[in-house]
């Protein structure tokens, strides 16, 4: 994630920030210029102060501001409603009732974070409601609420179809979860991440015979029973996972170790770029640690070589993953990149790269 500055008073901002808290200018992202902007009233609307008023444009909130659940800006010429992330919403939760609008805003915050990396990696984003057949849609389901036809309630993917159970956005419940599966991680974000790999599988694997026979080689052949995997998997999973797999999950069926590794690159360009905008440098005291000696200057989302991704990712890991332990926190990022997953996590490079 990039960092943000007020441009009125330049004052820090974070992505989810509505209001400027020394100058108190409003602030609104806009996706196509990727940049959170000041924004000076103009009637009903607003103009940038992030284009200096070159382009005399006005802007208007989407419509999820008035439940504070998004920042992002529309052009006030479209006759869109919503902003861009918004707008690939189906289904959300009962606003009316408290816990579950705070919970919505919970999941909004995550889906907004995905779909701004999503956008850095010119990655296709395309509605269901624009498209039908191959777009992109989100459910928010509450199992306090009847489920509505045509949805389900589990968290999971099905045809461009993501669904989000809004338990996830209960810290409590969620870490009930991950103890109860006995995972070492499970964050919203990571829930995003993982479900959308599914949908760019089918949108940038299946269609291409190369990728999609290159992809057999190293995640395995997807055309193996998906049901009969998973009931296998959660009645033994496989020994010695650790050897070729991210995450034991991963281990289940091909297309699950894609999704796996899919949200792990996520984790590790938008992490990666945090650090850079951080200006993070790594220079170690002790001696006979000069491998971890680095200084954050690439844009990982748009660098060619991914084995120079990783040579500075993994020292950042190490850093966070102490300084955690320090504060007694588990580990930020908990996972092993062996050769295999690199192997994998490289594979996902290329396709993007060259999409």
């Not at 669904?163 to 979860?177: C, G, K, L, P, Y």
Request: with cysteine.
């Amino acid at each position: 994630m990039k960092l943000f500055n007020c441009q009125k008073c330049g004052q820090i901002l974070m992505f989810e920030n509505t209001l400027c808290e020394q100058c108190h200018s409003p602030l609104g992202f806009i996706a196509n210029q990727m940049v959170l902007s000041a924004l000076i009233p103009k009637g009903d609307c607003f103009l940038s102060m992030s284009d200096e008023f070159k382009s005399q444009k006005h802007w208007r909130y989407c419509e999820n501001k008035q439940h504070n659940a998004c920042n992002w800006l529309v052009d006030d010429d479209s006759d869109e409603t919503f902003c861009e992330a918004c707008e690939l919403n189906r289904h959300i939760p009962n606003l009316g009732k408290i816990e579950e609008l705070q919970a919505w805003q919970k999941l909004e915050f995550a889906k907004h974070r995905l779909v701004y990396s999503l956008l850095k990696l010119n990655l296709p984003l395309i509605s269901k409601q624009d498209e039908p057949e191959t777009g992109l849609s989100f459910d928010f389901i509450s199992e306090n609420n009847v489920v509505p036809e045509g949805a389900q309630s589990m968290t999971g993917h099905a045809f461009g179809q993501v669904t989000i159970n809004a338990v996830e956005a209960n810290s409590s419940d969620r870490e009930q979860i991950r103890e109860d599966l006995q995972e070492s991680y499970r964050t919203l974000i990571g829930h995003f991440r993982h479900e959308v790999g599914h949908y760019y599988w089918d949108q940038l694997i299946l269609p291409n015979p190369l990728l999609l026979t290159e992809f057999r080689t190293l995640f395995g052949d997807e055309r193996a029973d998906y049901s009969e995997a998973l009931e296998k998997h959660y009645d033994a999973p496989v020994e010695n996972w650790q050897e070729n797999h991210v995450s034991v999950y991963a281990s289940s069926h091909p297309w699950e170790d894609w999704a796996e590794t899919w949200a792990h690159y996520l984790h590790i360009v938008d992490t990666l770029e945090t650090a850079i905008q951080l200006g993070f440098s790594l220079y170690p005291t002790i001696a006979g640690m000069q491998s971890l000696a680095l200084s954050y200057k690439m844009d990982p989302y748009q660098h060619e070589d991914f084995e120079e991704v990783i040579a500075q990712y993994l020292p950042l890991a190490f850093a966070i993953n102490n300084v955690n332990r320090s504060m007694g926190q588990p580990d930020l990022y908990p996972f092993i990149l062996v050769p295999a997953v690199r192997e994998k996590l490289s594979f996902i490079h290329k396709v993007l790269s060259t999409k």
